[in-house]
């Protein structure tokens, strides 16, 4: 039962480019979500976050917006830099409800053009 | 900030034996640690939350006497495997939550890559 669904395995943007990477969630006591980036051998490192209470955070050249009708999230990355290749993970918690526990989606690898 | 660190950062062991994993965090306290694997082109899964002074937590379907975890110290958790075999070879990460902030980021370790012999 995957409760966190990424549902493109992999997506190529040329350099300078917006990239969209999208998410889709079943449970609807999550409340909390994150993106992550991955490299191959190492740790996800920490992108960016959005609360339930908000449809929008942005930092820097990232951009999560989040649609809680349609149990979608996304990530938008402007202008991508060849940099931005790697994997990356959105991930979901049901934080009101005392649950920290991460749900990982399958993960989206970006490879960026130059 | 929000550093996190693992040791060692591979392993290869004889089948039968024994593996310690460690996990830190380097510059914040974590009540909370938590232990994923990943394996090959595969999203990561969690295995069990670790919470200081107390015992862990396992997800379904994860042998707690075969992943033993300490969380003896605020800034340091242990995943042991027992008895390792061929199937155990996996990447395993470990997280921890800061305790200081409100927030439920998670910051990930590098990761240990196992391979059992």
């Known amino acids: 039962d995957q409760q966190v669904k990424q549902n493109s395995p992999s997506l190529s943007v040329q350099e300078g480019r917006i990239s969209i990477l999208n998410c889709d969630y079943t449970n609807s006591m999550f409340d909390y979500f994150l993106w992550y980036k991955k490299y191959p051998a190492e740790g996800p490192t920490f992108l960016i976050s959005?609360?339930?209470?908000?449809d929008k955070n942005e930092d820097g050249r990232f951009t999560v917006f989040l649609n809680k009708s349609a149990k979608h999230l996304s990530l938008h990355i402007v202008p991508s830099q060849p940099g931005d290749s790697a994997v990356y993970f959105c991930a979901a918690s049901a934080r009101s409800f005392g649950n920290e526990k991460l749900t990982f989606g399958t993960g989206t690898r970006l490879t960026i053009i130059p | 900030g929000a550093v996190v660190s693992q040791h060692p950062s591979w392993v290869i062991c004889k089948s039968g034996t024994s593996v310690k994993i460690e996990c830190r965090s380097l510059?914040?306290?974590?009540?909370?640690m938590f232990w994923y694997r990943q394996f090959p082109k595969q999203s990561l899964m969690l295995m069990a939350t670790?919470?200081?002074?107390?015992?862990?937590?396992?997800e379904q379907g994860v042998e707690k006497d075969k992943f033993l975890i300490n969380h003896a110290s605020l800034t340091l958790s242990t995943l042991t495997v027992t008895s390792a075999h061929p199937e155990d070879s996996s990447f395993y990460i470990c997280?921890?939550?800061?305790?200081?902030?409100?927030?439920?980021?998670?910051?990930f370790g590098p990761g240990t890559r196992l391979t059992v012999l």
């Open positions: 670790s919470n200081e002074g107390s015992k862990a937590t396992y």
């Open positions: 997280s921890a939550r800061d305790s200081g902030r409100s927030t439920d980021t998670q910051y």
């Open positions: 510059d914040f306290q974590a009540t909370t």
């Open positions: 959005i609360s339930s209470i908000k």
